[in-house]
Structure formats: C-alpha cells, structure tokens
C-alpha cells in the first residue's frame, strides 16, 4: 500500500504533466490561429495552399481574306480575329506592299485594315500578325506565341464592271440596270465603287433600239470586244489621255471620277456601215436613229478595202492624203471631213463624177454633201463595218 506521502506526491506530478500538457495545447492553438492571421501555412503545413492560375495564351482564330486565296476583292477589308479580348496596348499586324489604310477594332476580339483605296491589281499581300513577348496579347495578358502570316493575292478589276460604268456614262449602245436588292454603290462612294470593280454587282443589259442588229455580235459582257474597245477610245479621247483602247489603272481612276461627277458622253453613240452591195453606200445609225444613208466608193480590186469592223481612231477636217498607186506613181489629194479607222483606210470626202461602186484605194469616199454631214458623227471611237456584198 501507498503512504499518503507517496501518493500525494504522484498526485502533484501527474497534476503538474497535465498542467504542461494543457499550457502546451493552449500554445499550439495560439501559434496556428496566429500563423492564418499572417498568411504563413499552419506549423502543421495542413494550411490553405495558395494558387494562381496562368493566363491563357492568345491565339488567332481566322484571317480574312484566307491565306493562299486568289482573285481577292482588293477593296474589301483585312480581318483578324482573335480567341480572346485584346489589350488596349497591344501591338497591331501588318500588311505589305505599303498601302494608305488604317487598322480598326471592330470588336473586342477583332481588328480589320481597311485601305484607303484599294490594292493593286494582281497584288501579292502579306499579313504580319506579331507573337512573341512583344506581339500581340490579349486584355487578360495573354501573349500570341509565335508570328502568324497569311498571304494572297488580289484579283483584276473586272470587265462586267467596266461594261456597266461605261453604259451608265453613255459610251455603250446598252443600258444597264442593277438587279433588285443588289448593292450598287452610290456615285459619290468612293470606296463602293472601288470595291464593285472587283466585285461588280448583279444586273442587267439591255440593248437600245435602233442599231442593226450586227452590232450585238461586236460585243460580249465581261469580255473584250470591239464595242467595248471603241467605248474606251471614246472615254480617252474625252478626258484627254492616250487613246489606245485598253482599260489601264489610269482608265478606270477616270471612270470613277466621271461617275462622281456624272459627266456623260456628249456626243452620243455612233455606229456606221460601208456595204459593198450594188451600188456600194454608207449607212450612219446615232444614238439609235438613221442619220445618213448615201452612196459610197470603196476599194478597187488593186486595193480592196478591208472587210470587217473597227473603231475611229484618228480624224481630221482638212489634210493632204499621200500614197502610192497601185501602178507605182504616187498621189497628194486634198481630202476633207476625214475618219480613219483603219491604217490607211478612211470615210471621207473626195471628187468623184459619180458614186456607188469601187474607185477607192481602199477608203470609204462620199460625196461633199454626205462627209460633211457624217464627220460630227464619226467621233473617236465610233465603229465602222465594212461589208462584202451579200
């Protein structure tokens, strides 16, 4: 048995562990409460664990026009579009050859160039999208990863849209009418008609009343023709450049300036045919209506004129027309109310006691009378048929 001494003295100690062992968990409850107070892990390491979670890379979801994509609309705008918001300090793409434009956001997510003007037919474009540290990022801090680049190539203008703006200006014997709904651009949109010229819009010709019928076969819509090449001539000579009958970039930034300011043809649309039937005559059809129809010499059978059709491209009141004849000896005649439409070849007033069958060397002859009433019609461009007798 324990003496009281004994177990009092076991009491004390067992009461003295107990006393340390609860100081000692009132201290570890103190130091975990104390440690969350100053964010450090609990001294367990039982404690919230921090997290942060990465930004997600920015990418590029399409570009347009496509990348590799031919007979592009060199009007229409350059699109980017992204995965995610862009930051307001993000740099741009790029795009060669230099064009005037300027880049603009549309969305949050998508850019678009859009260029002053238009580029160059037949173009190559590159679009330079920047990755890397210093490329494009988005508003979360999202970098692009690596340089993204598309390439292609723009178109020509288009023929169809040459056909209409020259029948809207008066230069063709047709008319054209835009199809319902179809969007064609206003006069004084710089840009739609740009953009029509690559694109043009739908509709319809129609041709006017009054030609022969043989007209219709000198012209095809959207495609290079012999009415289409004497409109042209027609267009130059008006405005003063170099008629040679092909639609070049300075042809067409003229045509939108005429549209612009609606400056029509003035003199009209003429046609005119030499028949080699008997007796020979020339018939001249302006602006749908029979204005002249006389007898005419041709060609002689030492020199023929031509058979077929061509434009005007050279005129003159008054000149001395010089050649050689077919026996060799050469000529200087005064000639008046002259038309060229072949080398060579030309209605015009020359003396003849009659007329009606062939006494040329290859020119279209008319009675005074006739080529002075002919000559206004006969302007720059203006067909002229030459026909074998029937």
């Not at 203008?157 to 809207?168: E, F, K, M, N, V």
């Not at 008629?243 to 003035?266: E, R, S």
């Not at 080398?343 to 003396?351: C, I, K, Q, R, S």
Request: glycine share 10%; with cysteine.
């Amino acid at each position: 048995m324990l003496s009281v001494g004994r177990l009092r003295g076991r009491v004390l100690v067992l009461a003295t562990v107990i006393v340390a062992l609860l100081a000692g968990g009132t201290w570890f409850a103190l130091s975990h409460a104390q440690a969350k107070q100053d964010g450090h892990p609990a001294a367990s390491g039982h404690g919230k664990r921090a997290s942060q979670t990465s930004a997600q890379p920015l990418q590029v979801l399409s570009v347009t026009p496509a990348s590799h994509a031919s007979d592009v609309n060199g009007a229409a705008p350059v699109q980017v579009r992204f995965s995610a918001p862009l930051a307001a300090d993000s740099p741009l793409p790029k795009v060669s050859p230099h064009t005037p434009g300027s880049w603009q956001r549309t969305s949050a997510t998508t850019v678009e160039f859009m260029p002053d003007k238009a580029f160059s037919q037949h173009a190559h474009v590159t679009v330079r999208i920047p990755g890397g540290a210093a490329g494009m990022k988005s508003a979360g801090g999202g970098l692009l990863a690596t340089r993204v680049v598309a390439r292609f190539r723009v178109g020509a203008w288009s023929s169809t849209r040459l056909d209409q703006l020259l029948a809207q200006l008066g230069y063709l014997p047709l008319t054209w009418t835009p199809a319902p709904g179809a969007a064609n651009p206003a006069a004084t949109d710089a840009s739609g008609q740009r953009s029509a010229a690559f694109s043009p819009p739908a509709g319809t010709f129609t041709w006017n009343h009054g030609y022969p019928r043989e007209l219709r076969s000198f012209w095809r819509k959207g495609h290079p023709s012999l009415v289409l090449q004497g409109a042209i001539m027609a267009f130059e000579s008006d405005h003063l450049m170099t008629m040679d009958g092909i639609a070049g970039p300075a042809v067409w930034h003229a045509l939108f300036k005429a549209v612009a300011a609606g400056q029509q043809n003035a003199h009209g649309y003429t046609y005119a045919r030499a028949s080699e039937d008997s007796p020979e005559t020339l018939t001249v059809w302006h602006d749908g209506h029979v204005v002249l129809r006389t007898l005419a010499n041709t060609g002689i059978p030492a020199a023929p004129t031509t058979v077929g059709t061509a434009p005007v491209y050279l005129r003159y009141r008054f000149q001395i027309m010089k050649g050689t004849n077919p026996d060799g000896t050469k000529y200087a005649d005064p000639v008046s109310y002259v038309s060229y439409f072949r080398a060579g070849e030309a209605v015009h007033y020359f003396p003849r006691g009659s007329y009606g069958f062939p006494q040329s060397l290859g020119c279209v002859e008319l009675p005074i009378g006739a080529a002075e009433k002919a000559w206004p019609y006969l302007t720059y461009g203006s067909l002229v048929t030459v026909a074998p007798p029937a």
